[in-house]
């Protein structure tokens, strides 16, 4: 059997066509499909605005920028996260604070973030491991309490819900990204969902070098030809192309059907590794949310836990691209640098050195999975 990637792209014809369309056009880049792609994007998720960006990094350095984050504040992140989360505070001068995970599902801790919550606070950020939505209504009540921005980081949860709603319309800003292995592909990219029209705003200054062209907007409004553009912020050019919108336009059609499909992947896993020995599958999702199932995480019980990189590598050799979600980000060695010490957040570190995401995808077949079960069931013994 082939090597099977933990995850991969789902493109079609109808997928080629949209970019080719594109590339027959005027427009590469600042054209009408990126606007076409925002309004799906929104309209898709129940939001009044969408912003698109050019990476998912980018829409999170825009989020708290627009949230007004800059030196001297704090952002509480989750350590069991990908770098980005926490890097963007970073890029504005403010300080990550990490915050434990729930080891459960893998995501970030309500009662620990709590307890990092300073004077110097000014937006929290949980993420939806795996695609599993975080509990939003506990971190929207803590937000609202403490006078926080809430952003949620969806960059895997792009399809889930939450309490009957779509990812994307309980935080004030929401990230969603766009890379190969997510819901939907754009290449590269990322997007803002938000109900502000004020955030909605200075996200689309941000990402065009902080320069306006809208009359209405200029802050010096008088002796100006037409010919006048106004840079008002230091910005970024995190702009998304033409052909990259119009992928993901095309991709949005098919959201809900590769969501289906990955469902359907991971309940038939819940069925084949239920009785082998020394793994604990990830939760059953409960009454209030439905996954986006990006990742499908084993853990190994602690008795089991020193075996976890000779499993992988097995597990490698067997064909089976295995992966680890992800390196706590306090213990990358950038973050060592900084200060940040190990034990900081023993539950996250302990789900880390005990995971091992398999792979799941729309396109995975039953007999791929029947294939990762067994040389599971074998590798394990």
């Known amino acids: 059997m082939k090597t099977i990637p933990y995850s991969t792209q789902d493109i079609n ?43 998912g990094t980018a829409a999170l350095h825009a989020a708290y920028f627009a949230a007004g984050v800059k030196q001297g504040n704090e952002v509480i992140v989750p350590a069991l996260t990908f770098a980005a989360t926490a890097n963007a505070a970073l890029y504005l001068g403010a300080t990550p604070v990490f915050a434990d995970s729930d080891m459960h599902t893998g995501n970030m801790s309500v009662a620990d973030a709590c ?60 990230m969603f990204s766009f890379h190969p292995v997510k819901s939907i592909t754009t290449g590269e990219g990322g997007a803002i969902v938000t109900d502000n029209k004020k955030y909605k705003d200075l996200l689309k200054l941000f990402r065009s070098h902080g320069i306006s062209k809208d009359a209405g907007t200029f802050i010096v409004k008088r002796g100006r030809g037409a ?14 192309q033409e052909m990259s919108a119009a992928l993901g336009e095309s991709q949005l059609k098919r959201l ?60 490698r050799t067997a064909g089976i691209g295995a992966q680890v979600h992800h390196v706590p980000v306090h213990l990358h060695l950038f973050y060592e640098n900084l200060g940040y010490k190990k034990g900081l957040c023993p539950d996250a570190e302990a789900f880390v050195n005990s995971e ?24 394990i013994g």
Not at 26 to 41: H, I, K, S
Not at 356 to 376: G, H, N, R
Request: aromatic content about 8%; some cysteine.
């Open 115 to 174: 307890k990092k919550i300073t004077n110097r606070t000014k937006a929290i950020v949980p993420v939806d491991y795996g695609g599993r939505p975080a509990d939003l209504r506990e971190f929207r009540a803590l937000a609202k309490k403490h006078k926080l921005v809430l952003i949620e980081d969806a960059a895997q949860a792009l399809g889930a819900t939450y309490r009957g709603k779509p990812v994307g319309t309980q935080a004030d800003m929401t």
């Open 227 to 240: 010919w006048y553009q106004e840079m008002q912020v230091l910005g970024f050019n995190y702009r998304m």
């Open 356 to 379: 091992i995401s398999i792979p799941l995808f729309p396109a995975i077949t039953a007999k791929q999975q029947v294939y990762i079960a067994e040389a599971l069931r074998k590798i």
């Open 256 to 315: 809900d059907s590769f969501i289906a499909k990955r469902c359907i992947a991971a309940q038939r896993y819940g069925k084949l590794l239920k009785d082998i020995p020394g793994l604990v599958l990830p939760p059953d999702e409960r009454p209030q949310e439905q996954s986006a199932w990006h990742l499908y995480p084993l853990r190994l019980i602690p008795a089991m836990v020193h075996r976890r990189d000779e499993i992988l590598a097995k597990l």
């Open 13 to 55: 014809e109808a997928d080629i066509r949209a970019v080719t369309r594109v590339l027959r056009s005027r427009w590469l880049t600042q054209g009408p499909a990126v606007e076409r792609f925002e309004n799906a994007v929104a309209k898709k998720v129940g939001a009044k605005f969408a912003v698109a960006f050019n990476s």
